[in-house]
């Protein structure tokens, strides 16, 4: 079942953002992983949003999203997303 790695993201500091973003497709790709959304103005239809980036990023399963959060390559670039950002990251499997 497709599982999906949802995440809310203030970027604070661009410059090491930056390199985790320059490195994290081929991190991504090379777990099965699909970058479905990335917006840091997404449209706040109801509710309340605190203008913080969205990214949904797809995995055929559970198990691949896991291997890929875990994994020595993730680990290594997510040090600079730690450094320039905060996040909340949550994994949910899709229905069907």
Known sequence: MTAYVVARVAIHDRE???RYAAGFMPVLRQYG???L???EEPEVMEG???GRK???LA???VGAARAWAASPEYRKIAEDR???SDAIVVLTE???
Do not use: T
Request: hydrophobic letters at 40%.
């Open 59 to 61: 995995f055929d399963d």
């Open 37 to 39: 959304v990335s917006n």
């Open 48 to 50: 309340d949003w605190d």
């Open 33 to 35: 992983g699909r970058l």
């Open 54 to 56: 969205l990214v949904v």
């Open 16 to 18: 090491p953002y930056g």
């Open 82 to 84: 730690v450094a320039g």
């Open 94 to 96: 899709g229905i069907g």
